[in-house]
């Protein structure tokens, strides 16, 4: 069974030119150009990373590294007994405890569990994923108790366990509880998404399957576009991104209704293909990431995909999966260096504040609203310059002002949420008025 995890990825030695809010760290893989395939942040102090072959090779590896001290120091392993597995992703609930599935050469794969660190992985699926049709892609945790697995369909519908005793025992998701597949549609190593208890994953026929009680059941919506690799990323339970891995790769989809309905968001800036991730504790923020010859970099975006904004210096440097647990801290992957790999490269780690409030630069001075579109709360931001009041305008998209109000401050910095959701779904143009300084901004209310 052909690998369905998608990498188009020409390795080139980025070498170490990056600006200083992404700081190199060191892996600790002994192979040279071993990239990052997925991470597992549990919280600012412990991740766990999946490594890869990035030399252009064939190889499987089945090798991870862990740090319980925010990536000052990774400690590498592997996973032994299955050198011609593939890893599907890895789910970790502490610095001793994860999941990883393999994927088997010839379909099959087996779930791993560790609770030592790494040292010692046991298999935890019996009986499940049989070859050839099975193929595990996904495993998720949310608790210590309560979890979910995901595979291709056996038997004629997928093949979806759930436990709630860590894992010792799995039940598999009957029939009536998930929608059919479509002839020959598959999930997708790594793509789904978890928020609360809603789980989400996509399929190679751009369908995108939803629970909302931690896998026991199962709805599916769908795209409109033509088969395509989906991968999914949510923030909230009902703002979700929906990236195209497959033949429009640089299409990025949107929900506001938790999946029932998508719309493709039509963003301006460089947006990079191969890593999509949202920053907690945000209200928009997402990052976006790229290893692809003549499309390599990170950017991030303040309003949920549709502006992007490159991170200075990044341009043209290989960044692989990302993943955040705040403004201030997030990873991408890298690749361990050629000649010295134990000792250089392998990972990159964010150094700086990723508030949304940012997307204003102090020093030129700037007007910025957010989320935008929105559900009707938008924030209001003015930063940099002295003002001696702000006036905000709203127009209709025939010209008519439909909403106006005015703060008479000597201010330098405003930032206020206003309420615009009684007038009603739709797109406007806003018109905020800063001392000397007009901007005007399309604002679509959903």
């Known amino acids: 069974m052909m690998k369905k995890l998608l990498f188009l990825i020409v390795f080139v030695l980025a070498g170490t030119m990056l600006h200083a809010q992404w700081i190199p760290q060191v892996t600790g893989f002994p192979l040279p150009s071993v990239g990052i395939n997925y991470i597992s942040a549990v919280d600012a102090n412990v991740v766990w990373a999946l490594g890869y072959d990035g030399s252009g090779g064939t190889a499987e590896l089945q090798v991870f590294t862990r740090t319980n001290n925010g990536g000052t120091t990774w400690t590498a392993g592997s996973i032994p007994g299955y050198s011609t597995y593939g890893t599907a992703m890895i789910n970790a609930l502490d ?26 992985w046991v298999q935890k699926n019996t009986g499940a994923f049989p070859a050839p049709d099975g193929f595990p892609n996904v495993v998720h945790f949310f608790n210590a108790n309560d979890g979910f697995c995901m595979g291709d369909a056996t038997g004629g519908y997928f093949e979806i366990y759930t436990t709630t005793d860590g894992g010792e025992t799995w039940t598999r998701v009957p029939s009536a509880n998930i929608p059919a597949p479509l002839s020959g549609e598959w999930g997708i190593v790594g793509y789904y998404s978890v928020v609360g208890d809603n789980v989400w994953f996509g399929t190679q026929k751009s369908r995108v399957y939803k629970s909302t009680d931690k896998g026991l059941t199962w709805t599916v919506s769908s795209l409109g576009v033509a088969a395509t690799y989906i991968d999914v990323a949510f923030l909230t339970a009902t703002h979700g991104i929906a990236i195209d891995r497959g033949q429009n790769a640089t299409a990025l989809y949107e929900t506001m209704d938790g999946g029932t309905t998508w719309t493709l968001i039509p963003y301006s800036g460089p947006y990079y293909t191969n890593d999509f991730a949202w920053v907690p504790g945000t209200t928009n923020t997402c990052v976006c990431t790229g290893a692809a010859t003549n499309m390599s970099g990170c950017s991030y975006s303040y309003d949920g995909g549709h502006t992007w904004t490159e991170f200075n210096g990044t341009n043209g440097v290989q960044f692989l999966e990302t993943e955040w647990v705040n403004t201030q801290t997030g990873w991408a992957g890298d690749f361990t260096d050629a000649t010295t790999p134990s000792t250089l490269g392998g990972m990159y780690k964010y150094n700086g504040n990723l ?75 806003a018109e905020i008025q800063a001392g000397n300084k007009i901007f005007k901004e399309k604002l679509v209310i959903r």
């Not at 204003?360 to 003015?382: L, M, Q, R, V």
């Open 95 to 120: 610095y001793n405890t994860a999941w990883v599935p393999l994927f088997g050469p010839n379909g099959g794969g087996v779930l791993m569990k560790t609770s030592d660190g790494g040292a010692t």
């Open 355 to 429: 508030t949304e409030i940012l997307a204003i630069d102090p020093k030129e001075g700037g007007i910025s609203i957010y989320p935008n579109p929105g559900n009707g709360n938008f924030n209001f931001a003015i930063a940099g310059f002295q003002s001696q009041d702000v006036q905000i305008n709203i127009y209709n998209m025939v010209g008519q002002k439909v909403f106006n109000t005015t703060t008479n401050q000597n201010l330098i910095s405003y930032n206020q949420q206003i309420d615009l959701s009684t007038l009603g779904q739709g797109s406007y143009i």
